[in-house]
């Protein structure tokens, strides 16, 4: 199996920073696109940030110019740098990654973390 484990988060208060991890483990033949999103009650979960194989990124409007995803391919990590964090940052947020694999057969995967508390106070 494939599995993807975050790390990182916590409490931190207006204008702060964390980083995020989110390390894949398993049968893994290749990670391709790999993407972080946050979700909070009663909210839709929403793409923040996400990184190609190549490490083309993308970022959601609200967070551009302050977040940075970044990717170490030899570690098969995953990397949200947050700055200037906001309580509208308050989430938690999950990783997620196409993954490429071989056994049992040739295939695509998509996986989810199990998600890491990021809170933000004023």
């Known amino acids: 199996q494939v599995q993807l484990v975050e790390s990182g988060g916590g409490s931190v208060q207006t204008g702060g920073s964390l980083r995020v991890s989110c390390e894949a483990s398993?049968?893994?033949?290749?990670?391709?696109?790999m993407g972080w999103y946050r979700q909070d009650p009663g909210k839709q979960r929403e793409l923040v940030a996400s990184?190609?194989?190549?490490?083309?990124?993308n970022y959601t409007d609200s967070v551009k110019g302050r977040f940075t995803i970044s990717r170490d391919n030899a570690k098969n990590t995953v990397y949200l740098q947050m700055n200037n964090l906001s309580p509208e940052d308050t989430a938690i947020y999950y990783c997620?990654?196409?993954?490429?694999?071989?056994?049992?057969?040739?295939?695509?995967?998509?996986?989810w973390g199990q998600g890491t508390l990021v809170t933000v106070s004023s």
């Open positions: 990184i190609t194989v190549g490490g083309s990124t």
């Open positions: 398993g049968s893994i033949f290749m990670l391709n696109d």
């Open positions: 997620h990654a196409l993954v490429h694999i071989l056994h049992p057969t040739y295939r695509y995967l998509e996986v």
